[in-house]
């Protein structure tokens, strides 16, 4: 079965800490994509991956395609990055995202 | 502003009753994808269109259908309504020149479903 877990499920930090989310699936993928929810609902694409590491601001994603595993952090983090964090990704071409169960940040100021 | 439109933002309506939800993609995207996002079950990928024809189709219950429109715009039917359909539906475009899971997506507002 094809299948996207993250890790924590919740997280809480204070500001200025490093924060590490995980994403781990089952089988091969040819992209692998990190979303956020704001508490409002709107999502946001992060990155969108199919190997190595992307960049963009304090975001950082990472993901190793041997050992099924993908992770998003974020430096120096803010209350403003307070959200919901979501994996995606699409099994061996599929042609179709199938969705982690996402982990709720919550950075305190 | 993601450039996605998705009217109407909120709707409620009763059971057995049937609804359209509409999506503007961003100018120049060729592909709209929609997702439903339940409590219970999270974000799934329902169907994707491109340029007016059926790219891929996820887990879309038979009483749901959709269609892209040669302005691209998109819309998505939801017939015999029931109290689990209750849920947010965003509608994505991307620019269609790759497969669509390679491309980002951009994400509208999101329609909210409340079935009574």
């Known amino acids: 079965k094809n299948e996207v877990e993250q890790s924590p499920q919740n997280l809480t930090a204070q500001e200025g800490e490093f924060i590490t989310i995980n994403c781990s699936y089952s089988?091969?993928?040819?992209?692998l994509h990190w979303l956020q929810q704001h508490p409002g609902g709107g999502i946001v694409s992060l990155f969108m991956?199919?190997?190595g590491k992307k960049k963009h601001g304090r975001l950082i994603a990472t993901i190793n395609i041997q050992e099924k595993h993908s992770s998003l952090h974020i430096t120096a983090s803010h209350p403003r990055d307070s959200a919901v964090y979501i994996c995606?990704?699409?099994?061996?071409?599929?042609?179709?995202?199938?969705f982690g169960q996402g982990t709720r940040l919550t950075i305190n100021p | 502003d993601s450039g996605v439109t998705q009217t109407p933002k909120h709707l409620i309506t009763a059971t057995g009753q049937r609804v359209t939800l509409r999506c503007s993609p961003r100018?120049?995207?060729?592909?709209v994808y929609w997702y439903q996002q339940s409590l219970d079950q999270g974000l799934q990928f329902l169907i994707q269109?491109?340029?007016?024809?059926?790219?891929a189709k996820g887990n879309i219950l038979e009483r749901f259908s959709a269609q892209q429109f040669p302005d691209l715009h998109s819309e998505l039917n939801l017939s015999s309504l029931e109290l689990g359909d209750s849920a947010l539906y965003f509608c994505?475009?991307?620019?269609?020149?790759?497969?669509?899971?390679?491309?980002?997506?951009?994400f509208g507002p999101g329609t909210r479903l409340l079935v009574l």
């Open positions: 994505a475009s991307s620019e269609g020149r790759a497969s669509g899971t390679l491309e980002t997506q951009y």
């Open positions: 089988v091969g993928i040819s992209a």
């Open positions: 991956l199919s190997s």
């Open positions: 995606a990704v699409d099994f061996q071409g599929a042609q179709k995202l199938v």
């Open positions: 100018s120049g995207d060729l592909s």
């Open positions: 269109y491109y340029n007016g024809e059926e790219r």
